[in-house]
């Protein structure tokens, strides 16, 4: 198992990614992925949660909010540190090189371990919708171009998404699953794409 930092990476699925899917996974099942990235995680997975283009926003609202001593782990929640498999280092990677049927999708299986999870888990136990909604602002989180890029808005009207209410619901679907799997000693595998 190799475990180090995701910085490129979550720089890529930055750039790229407009979903994340967490997926809380028992440590037994968790035991079934060994060193091999590309189990398929759903299929172990007791249930999953995914945030449709909204996860850069809800991130970027919970650093706002976090004292400077929890940034770190408040990247983790998108984002491990602990990943199973090889990065791909796309910034030292000589293309011209590469043999013709390279797989530039080939991810390592990033997740955060039962200690982690629980250490989020307590993180976001203290955020309420209301924290979330009073530290929205439409306006800074189209001028830093937070992920999907110019669509935050203030409009409130019913199912209209990228505003305050919507940033609100994500958090208590993201405070649920982690706390799940804080409960359960389970681990929480995250999908950026």
């Known amino acids: 198992m190799l475990i180090s930092s995701n910085k490129f990476a979550e720089s890529l699925n930055a750039l790229m990614g407009q979903s994340a899917t967490l997926f809380l996974v028992d440590?037994?099942?968790?035991?079934?992925?060994?060193?091999?990235?590309?189990?398929p995680v759903a299929n172990i997975a007791a249930e999953k949660t995914t945030f449709e283009k909204s996860f850069e926003g809800l991130l970027f609202l919970i650093?706002?909010?976090?004292?400077p001593e929890d940034i770190s782990i408040v990247r983790q929640i998108f984002?491990?540190?602990?990943?199973?498999?090889?990065?791909?280092?796309?910034?030292?990677i000589d293309i011209d090189t590469l043999p013709d049927d390279f797989d530039f999708d080939k991810q390592p299986l990033y997740f955060n371990d039962p200690a982690t999870v629980s250490e989020i888990a307590d993180l976001?136990?203290?955020?309420?919708?209301?924290?979330?909604?009073?530290?929205?602002?439409?306006?800074?989180?189209n001028e830093h171009d937070i992920e999907p890029g110019q669509v935050?808005?203030?409009?409130?009207?019913?199912?209209?998404?990228?505003?305050?209410?919507?940033?609100a619901t994500e958090l208590l679907s993201l405070k649920a699953i982690y706390e799940k799997a804080k409960e359960q000693g389970a681990y929480i595998v995250s999908h950026v794409d």
């Open 27 to 39: 440590r037994n099942e968790f035991s079934k992925v060994g060193d091999n990235p590309e189990y």
């Open 63 to 67: 650093t706002k909010g976090s004292r």
């Open 79 to 92: 984002y491990p540190e602990a990943y199973i498999g090889e990065e791909i280092d796309f910034e030292n």
């Open 124 to 141: 976001l136990s203290s955020i309420e919708p209301g924290n979330i909604i009073a530290l929205f602002d439409h306006t800074e989180l």
């Open 152 to 167: 935050w808005t203030d409009d409130e009207r019913e199912g209209v998404t990228f505003n305050a209410q919507h940033m």
